[in-house]
């Protein structure tokens, strides 16, 4: 049976986190795109380091993407770190000065300034990286058997 490669086009917040998540492998981190931490919440990037520590990295393709989004400050309660990822043509001035900031592209970024850490509490802690650990497996296991079915 011959394998058969997908077309996809992906659109740029998500190009812009492919280039993230490059990099942060090059700094020891393993990554999860659309992670979801709640009901309700979808981090576009979490990162979990060697250490354990985790990041939270929103990508932002455009101003209007940026000033569209009220639920940022939301996230800041799920990582250690919080960045936003944008690319070289964004105005950064729009970004708060007490967060991270990525410059990404789709094939690489640099991490401009590093968010202020606020570690988290060791239970929240424990709880994010159990629900990193089962997304992470639950991917890999839906790639190697794309016609699994979930349960309700």
Not at 17 to 29: E, I, K, P, Y
Not at 55 to 73: G, H, N
Not at 95 to 122: H, N, Q, W
Request: net charge negative; with cysteine.
């Amino acid at each position: 049976m011959q394998d058969v490669v997908k077309d996809v086009t992906l659109m740029p917040g998500q190009l812009l986190a492919r280039g993230v998540c490059r990099h942060l492998r090059s700094h020891d981190f393993v990554t999860l795109e659309e992670f979801t931490p709640e009901r309700g919440k979808r981090l576009d990037v979490m990162a979990m380091g060697p250490k354990g520590e985790l990041w939270v990295i929103e990508c932002k393709s455009s101003r209007v993407d940026f000033t569209s989004d009220a639920k940022w400050e939301g996230y800041l309660e799920w990582g250690d770190r919080y960045f936003w990822a944008v690319d070289d043509a964004f105005p950064t001035e729009l970004l708060p000065d007490d967060t991270g900031l990525i410059i990404a592209d789709s094939y690489d970024a640099e991490i401009l300034r590093m968010g202020p850490e606020t570690k988290l509490a060791g239970a929240r802690r424990k709880a994010m990286t159990q629900r990193f650990a089962r997304a992470a497996a639950m991917r890999l296991h839906m790639y190697r058997d794309p016609g699994l079915e979930l349960p309700p």
